[in-house]
Every structure is written in structure tokens, then in C-alpha cells.
């Protein structure tokens, strides 16, 4: 039985609305429009989440400014969330929930609104111990590490694992994930100072600015990385692959340049693998199979959220000033909320 499918429809909320991408920075206030929403209907199998707070992540403010080709309009951005539910199969109501999506917000009206509907199938429960703008940052970051080093892993306790640009989100989220797996972890950062980490074990600094590759091999006994998580793509590219072990995997989620330097030769000798990973590819479901094996880790300590400063927490109808941030490199995570 479905519950609170026409009761409320008349309640009010807010949400974001882009009918067009934005041509440049300064358009943003322009192409984010901030718009009453009635409480939607839901059909059966459905669910209508209430957004307490949802991350803004770079790839809802690209598709805004139209770097996303998979990015439909109009929409509501927004690709992760933490809620209540408060609509669907009554034994579902008042549920604790948070989530993220390749197609939320890019394809599909996303959680940068007070209304989120969902399947069924797409729920996961909040982990007890996270507030809700703590859940609602998680998403995209863990997600991604998570699949990476999936697809390359599984990761071993003794693994060498090294995370090239691990002061941003996605890189403490990999560096978590392979300390908690038990590995070596070495990092490169931009500056030490903006590293947060986080990590359930310590890691290792190398220096970015010097030969950090050779600095690996020596501090492992020649051996090198076993993985090698690039969040950075092309800079880091021909040193990553020297610092790569005998069939280490290197691990790509984005890039500056397109084209790189390839030695085919110490390829094919290193019998190296190269994976790409691109959430945007998972759908709501895949988001939810990977956050509820994550769930225990968060709740027992192995896994910590990325901090959520009152600094960093927008209200919906600032939501330009939120994206603008993201863009420019804010070293924290940035969270949406409404009123409750």
C-alpha cells in the first residue's frame, strides 16, 4: 500500500531548476533558478524522500556549465543526499536514508530540492552515527574511491597502494579505503598543508615536487606500487607508471590533457593494467550496493565523513555562492540544506 500519495500533494518546498547550462562562472546565478516545488506524486515501487542535505560535488557544477554531455534539461542538480522518508510502502516511512547516483541530477531531477523520488530498490540507510549533513557528503567521493580500487583490488593487507592528488575528496576517500584494507599507504599532494586525510592508519608523504616515483621504490625496496589511484590523470601520468610495480594497476577518474606519453615497451614488460572509472555510468542501485557495504565501516570507526564545516553549509537559495565555491577548489566539502 502507498502512503501519502495525494495528502500532501499541496505542501510547498524549493528546489533548484536549470533550464539551460551556464556559459560561463558569473552565469551560474542566472542558470540556477530557485523554484517552488509541490510534493510529488509517487507511483508504486516509489519512495519520496524529504533533503535534509546534499554535497555539491565538481561534476554537478560542470554540468551545469555544460561539461557534461550526459546532462539533460531542464533538471534539479544534485547527485548525493541524506533524508527522511516520507512517502512510499508505509513500512518504509520515517527511514534515515542517504544516497548518490551517475544519473541523479545529470539525467534525472537530482537532491539539490526538498523532494527526491526514488525506486524502492535505490534506498539505503543512514549510518547511525553520521549527522545528516555528514551523510549527505559522503556520495560521490566514496563512491568512486570505492569502485576504483574494486576494479583494480581487491586491495591486500600489504599492499602498496599510492593515491596521486590526495587532498582532494576522492583521494582521501581512496586513501581511507585502502588503510582500512590493511595497505601501505603512500600519498602526493598538492600541499601538505591541505591535507585532510582522515585515515584509520598512517600514510606516507612523498614529495610532489621531486621524484616521487624513485622515492617510492626506494622506501619499498624497489618493489613500487601495486596501485597507483591517479585522481589527477595527465600531470602525474609518466611518473605514476614508473613508480608501478610488476602488474600494478593504475586507476584514472579524470584528466587535464587527453594525450599522453606512452612507453608501450615498459608496458607490456611491467604487465601493467590500466583502469577508468566514470560513475556516471552507475546507476541508483549501483550507488546503493556500494554505500551499504560502507555503512558498517562508517559505523564501527574504520571509515570517518569528511568534515562538514557551518562555514561550508549553504542554504538552497545560496546555492550559486555553494557552486562557485566547489569550482574555484574549496578544501572542504560543501553541503546544501534547507529548513526542516
Known amino acids: ?35 517552488d516545488v509541490h510534493m510529488p506524486l509517487i507511483a508504486e515501487g516509489q519512495v519520496l524522500i524529504e533533503v535534509h542535505a546534499s554535497g555539491v560535488n565538481p561534476s554537478d557544477v560542470k554540468a551545469v556549465l555544460g561539461a557534461m554531455p550526459h546532462a539533460v534539461w531542464p533538471r534539479t542538480p544534485g547527485r548525493d543526499y541524506a533524508g527522511t522518508v516520507i512517502g512510499g510502502a508505509a513500512h518504509l516511512l520515517g527511514r ?56 583494480a583490488g581487491p586491495v591486500k593487507s600489504g599492499d602498496i597502494v599510492l593515491i596521486l592528488g590526495a587532498n582532494g575528496k576522492v583521494g582521501q576517500a581512496a586513501t581511507q579505503l585502502a588503510a582500512a584494507a590493511g595497505a601501505q599507504v603512500f600519498i602526493v599532494a598538492r600541499s601538505s598543508g591541505m591535507y585532510r586525510g582522515f585515515a584509520s592508519a598512517p600514510v606516507t608523504m ?41 602488474l600494478g594497476r593504475q586507476i584514472f577518474i579524470s584528466t587535464i590533457e587527453r594525450s599522453v606519453p606512452f612507453d608501450i615497451f615498459a608496458f607490456y614488460r611491467g604487465r601493467h593494467r590500466f583502469i577508468g572509472i566514470d560513475t556516471l555510468a552507475l546507476n541508483g542501485r549501483d550507488a546503493t550496493t556500494i554505500l551499504n557495504d560502507l555503512r558498517p565501516q562508517f559505523e564501527k570507526g574504520a571509515l570517518r565523513p569528511f568534515p562538514v564545516l557551518d562555514a561550508n553549509i549553504y542554504p538552497l537559495d545560496r546555492a550559486a555562492d555553494a557552486y562557485k565555491a566547489v569550482l574555484l577548489g574549496a578544501p572542504e566539502r560543501i553541503v546544501l540544506t534547507q529548513p526542516r
Open 96 to 151: 534515515e536514508v542517504w544516497g548518490s547516483g551517475g544519473e541523479a541530477g545529470i539525467r534525472l531531477d537530482g537532491a539539490h530540492s526538498k523532494y527526491l523520488v526514488l525506486a524502492e530498490t535505490d534506498l539505503s540507510d543512514k549510518p547511525i552515527n553520521l549527522t545528516v549533513e555528514e551523510a549527505g557528503a559522503v556520495g560521490v567521493p566514496f563512491v568512486t574511491a570505492f569502485e576504483g580500487l574494486r576494479e
Open 1 to 35: 500500500m502507498q502512503d501519502r500519495k495525494n495528502s500532501d500533494a499541496s505542501k510547498l518546498g524549493k528546489r533548484l531548476r536549470v533550464y539551460a547550462k551556464a556559459e560561463s562562472v558569473e552565469a551560474l546565478h542566472d542558470r540556477l533558478h530557485l523554484e
Open 206 to 246: 612523498l614529495n610532489s615536487d621531486g621524484d616521487w616515483a624513485a622515492e617510492l621504490r626506494a622506501a619499498t625496496h624497489g618493489h613500487g606500487a601495486d596501485i597507483v589511484f591517479n585522481t589527477v590523470g595527465s600531470p602525474y601520468f609518466e611518473m605514476a607508471c614508473r613508480a608501478m610495480a610488476v
